[in-house]
């Protein structure tokens, strides 16, 4: 996150920016991107922001890969955070239908999660403590997903008795912008990034074409129709972004702004 703080801070200068930090080290943030509870990191992140002087006036905010779900999460939950413009890279907000692949056999934080999870992720322990468990939705098992889910059907709105502030909180952004990768293989179903979903039979389910967006219990459609929700491509790989193409969305999404924020997240 140091490469994008100094991006944002050449392309914005003077600006005030705040990067998350979950541990307090970095081996420990790395962790809480794998274990933990993201209901509680949620509530953790909006205390501590909420105690940033500079943060008070409006913030503008960047996800990246799971981060830029749980930014997402924290603009519908911090009710202190007042969002402007929110940009998010990578981000299962539909959820992911396959466990995370990790990018190295090497990297054992990542094997353990997969190894846990493969044990069930809708079982007490895992859904409680392995992270990406957390946004996991089986579209051929919907009502496990429903019932044992212990954060994504809150956010989405796929409970029977919704938050209508999160809704509100939505449609307060200034602008929503998601950014896809068009060869992902980490996140799948690959149209997860703009909300989509894959049904039980593996067909895919553009956010148009859902009841969340048909009856607008997130407020996408209202930002839609708005002009302020953009769902937007970039070229390779999970968060293969080269510095250029930072220093291009920070001109242009940011570029007249006084804030902003960037919130990270181990995938």
Known sequence: MGVIVGIIRDELPGVFVH???????????????????????IDSVCESLSAIEELQ?????????????????LVQRCPAIKAKVLVTF????????????????????????????????????????????????????IDQYLQYNIFLPDINGDLE?????????????????????????MIHPAMSPWFGFVDADGNDIPVQNSAMYKDDWLGLRGLDEAGKLSMLSLDGPHMHIGEDVIRDIVAEHFGASEKAVPFYVQD
């Not at 080290?25 to 274990?35: H, I, K, P, T």
């Not at 913030?59 to 999460?73: D, E, H, I, P, T």
């Not at 990578?90 to 846990?116: F, I, K």
């Not at 209508?164 to 939505?170: G, L």
Request: some cysteine; overall charge neutral.
């Open 90 to 141: 990578g981000s299962p907000h539909g959820g992911v239908a396959r466990v995370p692949e990790c990018n190295s056999s090497d990297d054992t934080l990542c094997q353990w999660m997969r190894q846990l999870a493969s044990k069930g992720v809708y079982s007490w322990y895992i859904r409680d403590h392995v992270i990406q468990a957390q946004y996991f939705k089986d579209p051929e098992r």
């Open 161 to 185: 008795e919704r938050n209508e502030s999160y809704r509100e909180r939505i449609l307060a952004l200034d602008k929503m912008v998601l950014y896809k990768f068009s060869e992902d293989k």
């Open 19 to 41: 990067s998350v930090q979950l541990g307090s080290s970095e081996g420990a943030d790395r962790n809480a991107g794998f274990f933990g509870n993201v209901n509680n990191q």
């Open 57 to 73: 006036d409006g913030v503008n905010l960047m996800g990246f890969s799971q981060g830029g779900l749980f930014l997402r999460a």
